[in-house]
Structure formats: structure tokens, C-alpha cells
T-cell receptor, first 114, second 113 residues
């Protein structure tokens, strides 16, 4: 079945450092790809998404490009802030059976120190 | 902007007890989902619904039941609580769109002792 593999954390960075969180996927067909963010004590929030190959999703300084040839959707940010500390989940949409279901990676915890 | 509302936020159960986790959304979304989140394991789909009166099993349905009598509500029931069901439970909803994203509630933290 479909699956998502993302780099294990935790990741600890200093403020203004460059961030990359790797995500690769296995899927039949052409899934949509998502990054969700979970702040402490809260539910998941959509950060960005891409629905087809070579699409770039972006939001709040974060970017990710849908790479079909490498089956990847790596999350990047040029300069992280303390407020970016959270758990980040990569996910793909599984359209099998006529209903969209999300398949999540295990999450990567990011801590940004001042 | 209420979005997806889950109650309760926290609950402690004894083994063998039953309870219902409530989920309601005010966005008129047809699709609703229940997930459980275990430490270091991401989210696993328990049940989902594509509209009122229609539900289906996800990846980890054993020990749970759901119903969908209205578009707004999608309760999750635990009949005989077991320690393995200690987890954080999230409800989500989305529009019926091929590229629509899911909106999540804040979760219910459930401990079974």
C-alpha cells in the first residue's frame, strides 16, 4: 500500500538557520502531497500542498516541490524562527476506493532555539 | 469560526469502561475522519465517512464504532476500553473535492488505566 517516509527527529536548530525535512513516498497513481504542522497541544494544520508533479507548495516561508522522478516532497525554509518549533508531518492522499484518505509519515519534531 | 470541535479534551477511563468521543463541524463538509496518534507513529485512520449514513473502516478499526446520522456530527465509540487504546484522537473533515485539505480538531487525549 501507499506509504510515506520522513526523516526522523528530533531536529534542533538555531534561529535563522536553514531547514530541510526530507520526505519520500510510495504510491500507485498520482497522489496529492501535503505538509501538516502540529503546534504543542493543538491539532494538525495544513502548511502547504502540491497536487501534481513539479508543483511547488509554499506558505509562511516554507516550500516543498513535488518531485515525481525521485518520489520526494522535501520541506525547506531559508531562515527558521523560534515560533516554527512544532512537529511536521508529510502526507499523501490515497484516492483508492473513491474516497480520499491521508497516509501520514511519523512526524519530525523541530525545535528552534533563540 | 468554530471549525472542527472535539469533546472532551482529556479523559481517563478504567479498563472495560465505554465512552463516546464527540466530533462536530460547522463547515458543511461531507467527509469526516477519525485518527489516533501514538507517540512516534504518526496518525492512523480509524474510521471515515463520506456523508450522512455512510461510514467505512480505516486502517485500525478494531475496538471502535462510529455513526453518522447528520452531516455535522461524527461520534467515535469505545465499547470495552483497553490499555492499547490509550492515545490522542483527532477528528477531521474536508469538502468533497479531489484536492481539498483536511481540517483537524484539537484532539482528545485518552488514557486507559
Amino acid at each position: 500500500g501507499d506509504s510515506v517516509t520522513q526523516m526522523e527527529g528530533p531536529v534542533t536548530l538555531s534561529e535563522e538557520a536553514f531547514l530541510t525535512i526530507n520526505c519520500t513516498y510510495t504510491a500507485t497513481g498520482y497522489p496529492s502531497l501535503f505538509w501538516y504542522v502540529q503546534y504543542p497541544g493543538e491539532g494538525l494544520q495544513l502548511l502547504l500542498k502540491a497536487t501534481k508533479a513539479d508543483d511547488k507548495g509554499s506558505n509562511k516561508g516554507f516550500e516543498a516541490t513535488y518531485r515525481k522522478e525521485t518520489t520526494s516532497f522535501h520541506l525547506e525554509k531559508g531562515s527558521v524562527q523560534v515560533s516554527d518549533s512544532a512537529v511536521y508531518f508529510c502526507a499523501l492522499s490515497d484516492q483508492q476506493g473513491g474516497s480520499e484518505k491521508l497516509v501520514f509519515g511519523k512526524g519530525t519534531k523541530l525545535t528552534v532555539n533563540p | 469560526n468554530a471549525g472542527v470541535t472535539q469533546t472532551p479534551k482529556f479523559r481517563i477511563l478504567k479498563i472495560g469502561q465505554s465512552m463516546t468521543l464527540q466530533c462536530t463541524q460547522d463547515m458543511n463538509h461531507n467527509y469526516m475522519y477519525w485518527y489516533r496518534q501514538d507517540p512516534g507513529m504518526g496518525l492512523k485512520l480509524i474510521y471515515y465517512s463520506v456523508g450522512a449514513g455512510i461510514t467505512d473502516k480505516g486502517e485500525v478499526p478494531n475496538g471502535y464504532n462510529v455513526s453518522r446520522s447528520t452531516t455535522e456530527d461524527f461520534p467515535l465509540r469505545l465499547e470495552l476500553a483497553a490499555p492499547s487504546q490509550t492515545s490522542v484522537y483527532f477528528c477531521a473533515s474536508r469538502l468533497e473535492s479531489p484536492t481539498g485539505s483536511q481540517h483537524f480538531g484539537d484532539g482528545t487525549r485518552l488514557s486507559i488505566l
